[in-house]
């Protein structure tokens, strides 16, 4: 099994004990580009500024998260020991798969977006294409030291993909824009052949048999077509093949096939003998496949096993290559921000919401999107923008989203949207209870057992966090003014009740209640605060001020003894009322900030599961650090 430590372009800490990744980023009428390890069942993929490795069999992955710019393309190297990725600034990184992931080359080599790349069978040289800016939409590089080999002339507009033959005699092909599919010899590489009465459309990829003896084409003009390598002949061009544009193809490793996936929802599989068909495998979309179930990426396992990526973002892993009728594994996920979470805590269920508008649910391991509510046609989103808030509640699950509305959900599904009159930014509420607050630019909305039960408005402040109790009678919110006021809560209505006199000085944006409701955290720009509910006193102030940007999540553990909280600064800090001197920081938990961080499992097991703006859901398991901190 591949090591999966992380290290400095990724979180460092042994705390983190596995992690879910988003899904690939895609956009329609785009092709994705999707690899595979060549000895062990690990996807390699690109999402936003991210290159994610999964683990089909054991759904563990690692994230690195070296690109400043979006991600484009990566693949790994012949033996496995590295990881080549490519961004839409044109930079290209080189690094480490074992061990601490370390970087080992870095540079500019396109002006514009890297969109496909390929080593040599040596793993010393690597060929990309993309956006040259000119006549050199290609390069082949020494990637320890950037050199070019050869000048690698033949289209004129953006390549889309590239090969490198891994046979001798070394060849290289390039597809792209122009419609046309250019064949280079070397090294040095120049070019030996331009195709260009083949396609009457973009085409999408080129790809060498693993034997050396083929090369095959698809493309958006709905074509498949088969190449001698040797002569750069064509032998078959099969029309037609796909109802919609082709978008990537992978060979099964004896050569013998080819796998292919196309906008019209379907997963072919070619011979490379007799270039028929052999069977079509089964929709990912089931019997009735929608817009967000044309299939825009592929990849071949190790044990060929084919994998599509529909335009929703799932990755379809099928059982064997010859297996046309059974239903594949789907990983899914957020393919964007994660922008609010709830946790069952006694279950483990993690509830997520995303900037796309779309609902997960992740379970043992496993993740579910939603269905229902908005049903958006390319994400399946169930609201049709960001989900700003999620609470579990015993009557389901409550969310709202930029568009204005508070939905209800179960079983996975989201049912028609209430209208809150304004874009919601925060909520509360209590896992199990039936009251959620949420909190609109100057007014606050009652939502009892799902439905809008009343709603203050005019508010003389903007509220931007909210926190229920646990007897559901009080509600506490954190104003743009800097001011906590409390509220009591009779016959589904707010009432306010008592302003804090002793604010912090910047706006209050995270509050928590303990489980006995004793005591209610606050969080700000930088500092933690505790008050006393008794009285609204501070208890506790001045001193958990590490936090160096916005405090986005509060949340504390089972026991009430420690309090959990996360920010736009990318850092996870556990907080001690015991030791108050004392603190665990984790740095670098999520690319773009932390949008939540809740204790989960018993209070002994002290385990902490969090989601940023990276789209990624992380599972910790702090208590050795705990002990070592706060023991000592």
Not at 131 to 152: A, L, P, Q, R, V
Not at 418 to 447: E, I, Y
Not at 556 to 562: H, K, Q, R, Y
Not at 592 to 611: H, L, M, Q
Request: charged fraction near 20%; proline fraction near 3%; charge should be neutral.
């Amino acid at each position: 099994m591949a090591n999966f430590t992380q290290s400095a372009n990724c979180v460092t800490s042994p705390a983190l004990t596995s992690l879910y990744p988003p899904n690939p980023s895609t956009s329609r009428g785009n092709h994705i580009v999707i690899d595979a390890h060549p000895k062990l069942p690990l996807l390699l993929y690109a999402s936003r500024t991210s290159i994610c490795v999964l683990d089909t069999e054991a759904n563990r992955s690692f994230v690195y998260k070296g690109h400043q710019a979006n991600a484009t393309v990566a693949r790994f190297s012949p033996n496995g020991r590295f990881v080549a990725s490519g961004d839409s600034s044109g930079k290209l990184r080189v690094w480490e798969n074992v061990k601490e992931r370390k970087s080992k080359f870095e540079g500019a080599v396109l002006p514009g977006a890297i969109a496909d790349l390929s080593w040599d069978e040596s793993g010393t040289r690597i060929t990309l294409c993309g956006d040259g800016g000119g006549s050199f939409h290609c390069k082949t590089i020494m990637w320890d030291t950037g050199n070019s080999i050869g000048e690698m002339v033949g289209h004129n507009k953006r390549a889309l993909s590239v090969d490198y033959k891994k046979t001798r005699p070394y060849k290289i092909v390039s597809a792209g824009e122009d419609f046309k599919t250019v064949v280079y010899k070397g090294p040095p590489f120049k070019c030996d052949k331009r195709i260009e009465d083949v396609n009457s459309n973009y085409v999408n990829c080129a790809k060498f048999s693993p034997d050396g003896k083929l090369f095959a084409t698809v493309s958006s003009d709905k074509q498949v077509s088969f190449y001698n390598s040797d002569d750069n002949q064509l032998v078959k061009s099969v029309k037609d093949a796909h109802g919609g544009s082709i978008y990537q193809c992978a060979w099964v490793a004896d050569s013998s096939k080819l796998f292919t996936v196309s906008g019209d929802k379907t997963a072919k599989l070619w011979c490379a003998r007799t270039f028929a068909c052999l069977g079509t495998f089964a929709s990912a979309g089931g019997l009735n496949p929608g817009v967000g179930d044309m299939l825009v990426g592929c990849a071949m396992l190790v044990g060929d096993k084919p994998v599509s990526v529909s335009l929703n973002g799932s990755i379809n892993v099928y059982p064997a290559v010859l297996d046309f009728s059974s239903q594949p594994t789907f990983f899914t996920g957020h393919c964007t921000t994660i922008e609010s979470m709830d946790v069952n805590k006694a279950t483990g269920e993690v509830i997520t919401g995303g900037g796309d508008g779309s609902v997960v649910t992740w379970t043992n391991g496993s993740a579910s999107k939603w269905c229902g509510g908005a049903a958006n046609p390319l994400n399946g989103g169930v609201h049709s923008s960001c989900v700003s808030t999620v609470n579990i509640t015993s009557g389901g699950v409550v969310t709202s989203g930029w568009d204005d509305s508070l939905r209800v959900g179960l079983n996975n599904t989201s049912t028609g949207a209430q209208g809150l009159g304004s874009q919601p930014k925060s909520s509360g509420g209590n896992c199990g209870g039936s009251l959620v607050v949420v909190a609109l630019k100057n007014a606050l909305v009652v939502s009892s057992n799902g439905s809008i039960s009343s709603k203050l408005e005019n508010l003389s402040y903007s509220p931007l966090s909210v926190a229920v109790s646990a007897d559901e009678q009080t509600v506490c919110v954190g104003g743009s003014d800097n001011k906590l006021r409390v509220y009591s809560v009779s016959g589904g209505a707010l009432a306010e009740k008592h302003t804090a006199t002793d604010n912090p000085i910047s706006p209050i944006t995270a509050l928590s209640f303990s489980p006995s409701g004793e005591l209610l955290a606050t969080g700000d720009a930088k500092e933690v605060r505790v008050y006393k509910t008794s009285d609204w006193t501070c208890d506790i102030k001045g001193r958990w001020q590490f936090h160096t940007s916005k405090i986005t999540c509060l949340d504390w553990s089972l026991d009430g003894e420690f309090i959990c909280s996360g920010g736009q600064d990318e850092s996870i800090f556990i907080w001690s009322k015991a030791k108050k001197m004392k603190r665990v920081q984790y740095k670098f938990t999520h690319k773009g900030g932390v949008s939540g961080a809740a204790w989960v499992g018993s209070g002994e097991e002290r385990k902490i599961v969090s989601c940023g703006l990276d789209g990624v859901v992380c599972n910790w398991d702090v208590l050795e650090q705990m002990r070592e901190k706060f023991d000592s």
